[in-house]
């Protein structure tokens, strides 16, 4: 009996190693707010949504996503050439270091590490529709000191 014990939880202990293993190989965000925040950023980037960490995407994206402002999710978020080139500094100096795979997505919430720390197990599919929460993008409505680069888990209120 105290053998079989042992051996599920050695079992399962390789379980949840190999799915670590496996999260570490692929892209990652770096959930904080850099000490120092570019006043153009703000400015032109936290008014329709909140100011997203720059970590939470590689620079890839970043550079891709500064070229398309004119055409920004179906909005116009269009800057001057100087307030773009400023901008695109800030974010590409402070993009994701840990990112690993090819891809360049748009969208935070289109990225792998996104969709494995918010996995149905975390966030039942329905509470995204939630009228309070109605965009995964609206990090503030679950996290919230977000705005702060604050994701910890202590400090998570899903809205009813
Ligand atoms: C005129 C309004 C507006 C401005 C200004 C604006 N955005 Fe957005 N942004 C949007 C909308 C709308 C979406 C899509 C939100 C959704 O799907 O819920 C979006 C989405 C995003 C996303 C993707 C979020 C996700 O789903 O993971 C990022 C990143 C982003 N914006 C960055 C920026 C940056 C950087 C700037 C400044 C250069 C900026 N935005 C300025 C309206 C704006
Ligand atoms: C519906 C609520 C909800 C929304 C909206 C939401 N999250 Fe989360 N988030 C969670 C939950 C729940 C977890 C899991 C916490 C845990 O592991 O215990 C989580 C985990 C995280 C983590 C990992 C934290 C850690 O310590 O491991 C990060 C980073 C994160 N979210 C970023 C974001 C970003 C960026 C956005 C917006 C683009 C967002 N989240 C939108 C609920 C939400």
Same mark, same amino acid.
Request: proline share 6%; with cysteine.
């Given at each position: 009996?105290?053998? %079989? ?6 079992? /399962?202990? /390789?379980?949840?190693? =190999? +799915? ?11 959930? *904080? ?5 570019? #006043? ?11 100011? &997203? ?9 970043? $550079? ?14 269009? *800057? $001057?050439? #100087? ?6 500094? &800030?974010?590409?100096? !402070?993009?994701?270091?840990?990112? =690993? #795979?090819?891809?360049?997505?748009? %969208? ?22 939630? +009228? ?8 503030? +409505? ?8 604050? &994701?910890?888990?202590? !400090? ?5």
């Amino acid at each position: 009996m105290k053998y %079989r014990v042992a051996f599920s939880l050695a079992l /399962l202990t /390789l379980a949840s190693f =190999t +799915a670590q293993a496996k999260y570490d190989g692929e892209d990652r965000g770096k959930p *904080v707010m850099p000490s120092t925040v570019n #006043a153009k950023f703000v400015q032109e980037c936290a008014g329709c949504h909140m100011a &997203f960490p720059p970590g939470l995407l590689p620079a890839a994206s970043w $550079t891709k996503m500064m070229a398309g402002l004119d055409k920004h999710f179906d909005v116009d978020a269009s *800057v $001057t050439p #100087a307030e773009a080139t400023e901008i695109t500094n &800030f974010l590409v100096k !402070n993009a994701s270091n840990r990112w =690993t #795979a090819t891809t360049a997505p748009l %969208r935070i919430t289109d990225s792998v590490w996104f969709k494995t720390k918010h996995s149905s197990r975390e966030v039942a599919p329905a509470v995204w529709k939630r +009228a309070s929460i109605k965009s995964a993008s609206n990090c503030m +409505a679950c996290h919230t000191g977000a705005d702060k680069g604050d &994701f910890n888990e202590h !400090n998570i209120k899903i809205p009813k």
